[in-house]
């Protein structure tokens, strides 16, 4: 079983930064992509930026030029959000997610249980 951890997450104002991580743990043989989806309320959840084992970003349109999506080198089971130039839309919860094989147990399409990031002044 894989377990994804977030951490992160608050209040800041509009215009200001943020950074959320994600730690994934459990019988994982590998993780092909891992990253990060957003949910605001009342809406569907989408995609805010992913990153794959070969280090390819995907990021979401509204994100683009605002937010950062990082590895950590030594150790391949974490993500980092740096996000910058927050907005008011930017307000939502936001999941970790994270793709891959299990040791002896096949794929896996693991969910983080949310962190809230609210923008308001």
């Known amino acids: 079983q894989v377990q994804l951890v977030e951490s992160g997450g608050g209040l800041v104002q509009p215009g200001g930064s943020l950074s959320l991580s994600c730690a994934a743990s459990?019988?994982?043989?590998?993780?092909?992509?891992m990253g990060w989806y957003r949910q605001a309320p009342g809406a569907e959840r989408e995609l805010v930026a992913m990153?794959?084992?070969?280090?390819?970003?995907?990021y979401g349109n509204s994100v683009k030029g605002r937010f950062t999506i990082s590895g950590d080198s030594a150790k391949k089971n974490i993500v980092y959000l740096q996000m910058s130039k927050l907005e008011r839309r930017d307000t939502a919860v936001y999941y970790c997610?994270?793709?891959?094989?299990?040791?002896?147990?096949?794929?896996?399409?693991?969910w983080g249980q949310g962190t809230l990031v609210t923008v308001s002044s």
């Open positions: 459990g019988t994982i043989f590998s993780i092909d992509v």
């Open positions: 990153l794959n084992s070969g280090g390819g970003v995907t």
């Open positions: 997610n994270a793709k891959g094989y299990a040791s002896g147990r096949g794929i896996f399409d693991a």
